[in-house]
């Protein structure tokens, strides 16, 4: 529904799991966290899965080419920018 031109739907609250390759129309990503929280303990996201997750934003072929990242808290700000701005991993064949 909420890529549906025609519903009322503008706002998607989701989990890290919106970084599993949905194709939807998305033009911001707003962490609300940059941790991590796996039922035993917190632990900050890591490069790959912070710009996998902010790679929903702004993608080719939808209503949005360009997207925006940003964060809640303007204490997640130097990470979101800095893994943001880091290579990505090499990734190796074996």
């Keep these: 529904m909420f890529n549906d031109a025609t519903s009322e739907f503008d706002v998607l609250v989701a989990s890290d799991a919106i970084g599993m390759g949905l194709n939807l129309n998305i033009s911001r990503i707003i962490f609300s966290t940059l ?5 035993f303990e917190f632990w900050d996201l890591t490069v790959p899965e912070i710009k996998h997750i ?8 939808s209503n949005f080419p360009v997207g925006e990242v940003t964060c809640i808290d303007a204490e997640d700000l130097p ?13 190796k064949v074996t």
């Design 54 to 61: 902010a790679g929903r934003a702004g993608r080719y072929g």
């Design 35 to 39: 941790k991590k929280f796996d039922g």
């Design 79 to 91: 990470l979101l920018h800095s893994s943001l701005n880091s290579p990505s991993p090499t990734l």
